[in-house]
């Protein structure tokens, strides 16, 4: 009796080291860096009111697309106020293609975009370079400011 108890302590230890080596392995894991890539134009020059499309890629540092991450897309225009215009979601090979309208996100009509992933459990946060946008006034075209 004496030894089947022991028997069983020590696997409820063992059990009890093993379910607290995952747990601490779950909550203190280390992310894996990222690189985030908006494509760069020649020249950007667009009608408020038109559609601009923003398209690149995510990966981790060992060069492997992330797929099925949410992507922001932001300015850096006196509106909107957290600057974010677009968003949108990686594909299987960790590619991207957001379109939104263009608007006067600034009085002078020239504003910084980059695009933005803010990470999970798995991934840490990465910034594209900016790219410059040049919006003309147009007819119908709108304004956030």
């Given at each position: 009796?004496?030894r ?7 696997i ?48 981790d ?85």
């Amino acid at each position: 009796m004496q030894r089947e108890r022991t028997c069983s302590m020590r696997i409820l230890l063992v059990s009890l080291m093993v379910l607290s080596a995952v747990s601490v392995g779950t909550i203190y894991a280390e992310t894996l860096d990222t690189e985030i890539r908006l494509f760069q134009w020649r020249s950007i020059q667009v009608n408020a009111g038109y559609d601009i499309a923003f398209s690149g890629n995510l990966k981790d540092s060992s060069g492997n697309p992330i797929p099925h991450a949410e992507i922001l897309i932001r300015v850096d225009g006196v509106c909107p106020d957290d600057g974010l215009i677009a968003s949108g979601i990686t594909d299987a090979k960790g590619r991207y293609f957001i379109m939104t309208e263009a608007m006067h996100w600034d009085p002078d009509g020239l504003v910084r975009a980059n695009a933005v992933f803010f990470g999970d459990t798995k991934y840490s946060p990465s910034e594209s370079r900016d790219q410059l946008i040049v919006v003309f006034p147009s007819a119908h075209g709108k304004s956030c400011y």
